[in-house]
């Protein structure tokens, strides 16, 4: 998750998102953040 997604992010720039704090609180939604391929590894061909 990028940084300005994040809520917790030192920037606080998502602060007042509590919909994804909560989600970042679920394991189950975390394990699919971490096992989801990043777009800039996504090949056009795939």
């Known amino acids: 998750m990028d940084a300005l997604s994040d809520?917790?992010?030192a920037s606080g720039y998502s602060a007042s998102?509590?919909?994804?704090?909560?989600y970042l609180q679920k394991p189950?939604?975390?394990a699919l953040l971490e096992?989801?391929?990043s777009v800039?590894?996504?090949?056009?061909?795939?």
Do not use: G, W
């Open 7 to 9: 809520p917790r992010d």
């Open 17 to 22: 998102d509590t919909i994804s704090l909560e």
């Open 28 to 30: 189950a939604f975390v």
């Open 35 to 37: 096992n989801t391929v």
């Open 40 to 46: 800039a590894d996504v090949q056009a061909s795939d």
